[in-house]
């Protein structure tokens, strides 16, 4: 009984295509997340999200777009992909009280 | 900018022994995070520490926070392989919940027989 999936789990695309990962909750939680871990392994907030209106965005390109179709889904579509891009991708929650965040298994991203 | 600080960053140690990890931050925020990665795995929440002097245990890990001094610690005791992983602390500024975390580095932590 999965809290917080994402799809897919590995991506491999070419520099100059537009994707999109998924992400679903089942927490009840109010706020999601969108982090990037690069390959030196450190995480980096994109993007906040609660009840489905954009709170931050962290000096993010605009070639990345979150889209909040309701509370319990957050996407991102990443527009002309560059090598750069290259990194796993973890959707998470947070608890309401504690803040306490949930994540999604990642999303594994190669741009070729 | 809120600044997170782990370390060591690389820490080898036999099993047995005891060993503690540091995180500093530049932040007066009084909740702080210990995640737990698995090569290829997702993140693990360990602790949840939302007050000055907050002490939570679990096993062999002991996490705890110094607001005053903007210091966490997390304790290793008697170290297992089963605890070779990177261990992350991550800091929200406390704006209302909606923040996102501020990650350290993380400390990769391999315990050898």
């Known amino acids: 009984d999965t809290a917080v999936s994402q799809t897919p789990k590995y991506l491999v695309t070419q520099m100059g295509n537009d994707k999109s990962i998924k992400c679903e909750q089942n927490?009840?939680?109010?706020?999601m997340y969108w982090y990037k871990q690069d390959s030196k392994k450190f995480l980096k907030i994109m993007f906040s999200?609660?009840?489905?209106?954009?709170?931050i965005n962290e000096t993010v390109p605009n070639r990345f777009s979150p889209k909040s179709p309701d509370k319990a889904h957050l996407n991102l579509h990443i527009n002309s992909l560059e090598l750069g891009d290259s990194a796993v991708y973890f959707c998470?929650?947070?608890?309401?009280?504690?803040?306490?965040?949930?994540f999604g298994p990642g999303t594994r991203l190669t741009v070729t | 900018e809120l600044k997170v600080e782990q370390n060591p960053l690389f820490l080898s140690m036999q099993e047995g022994k005891n060993y503690t990890i540091y995180c500093n931050y530049s932040?007066?925020?009084?909740?702080l995070y210990w995640y737990r990665q698995d090569p290829g795995k997702s993140l693990e929440s360990l602790f949840v520490?939302?007050?000055?002097?907050a002490v939570k245990q679990e096993g062999r890990l002991m996490a705890s926070l110094d607001t005053k001094a903007r210091l966490s610690t997390l304790h290793i005791t008697a170290a297992v392989h089963d605890l070779s992983a990177t261990y992350f602390c991550?800091?929200?500024?406390?704006?209302?919940?909606?923040?996102?975390?501020?990650f350290g580095k993380g400390t990769h932590l391999i315990i050898q027989p």
């Open positions: 998470a929650s947070s608890h309401p009280y504690s803040y306490e965040q949930y």
């Open positions: 927490l009840g939680h109010d706020t």
């Open positions: 999200y609660n009840n489905k209106e954009l709170i």
């Open positions: 932040t007066t925020s009084d909740r």
């Open positions: 520490l939302l007050s000055n002097g």
């Open positions: 991550a800091v929200d500024e406390g704006r209302g919940g909606a923040d996102g975390l501020t």
